[in-house]
């Protein structure tokens, strides 16, 4: 009677779950994927018509209520840090935003400790009301769905069609349009953190 014994197939198995786990962190809250074909018309400058957002979500938690008075330090925040780095997980300044942390750090500085902030883009939807876009105003929150998953990224309205957010690993904060080639056909909708 021969004993043969099989390889151990085991160790191998578990360094490529862990690299696609370190692959899928460092893909961000924005991870790029290629842009689907875009819904709605293409304008002359190549701006695309925004998604219609779905049914609006409601709040599944006691939603924020922050002072609107808020709302204008919110955007003049938000546009001072723009091009400053992308990094996962990150939350400041200095060490660089995602998407969901730079929302936390502008809101964490207008309300001044007045309310327990959320963290990742799941929790600020579940915390903040929908808004119609006819009600979309400066220092709202827009939504968009960008890995297949509802509320998979984020940012902060602007005005004028725009929004400031951490994009994607290697790139840094910025401002884009709501109608970019990339972002429209992702687009969810739009939520507030402050009181009506």
Not at 53 to 70: C, E, I, K
Not at 86 to 105: A, I, Q, W
Not at 112 to 141: I, K
Not at 174 to 192: E, I, K, Q, V
């Amino acid at each position: 009677m021969s004993m043969t014994s099989s390889p151990d197939t085991s160790a191998p198995r578990r360094h490529l779950l862990a690299a696609l786990a370190v692959g899928a962190l460092l893909a961000g809250c924005a991870s790029k994927r290629p842009a689907p074909a875009a819904r709605g018309r293409v304008a002359p400058g190549g701006s695309v018509a925004r998604r219609a957002p779905s049914q609006p979500v409601p709040p599944s938690q006691t939603p924020l209520a922050l002072h609107p008075a808020g709302r204008e330090a919110s955007v003049a925040q938000a546009m001072l840090l723009v091009n400053t780095p992308y990094r996962y997980g990150g939350n400041t300044p200095e060490g660089g935003f995602d998407c969901s942390g730079l929302v936390h750090y502008v809101y964490g500085q207008v309300a001044a400790g007045a309310a327990r902030l959320p963290r990742s883009t799941a929790q600020w939807a579940a915390a903040t009301m929908p808004v119609s876009e006819s009600a979309l105003q400066r220092g709202d929150l827009v939504f968009f769905n960008t890995t297949g998953t509802p509320f998979s990224h984020m940012g902060i309205y602007v005005g004028g069609d725009q929004f400031v957010h951490a994009p994607s690993t290697g790139g840094t904060v910025r401002r884009d349009r709501l109608d970019n080639r990339y972002f429209a056909p992702r687009y969810l909708g739009a939520r507030s953190v402050f009181a009506v």
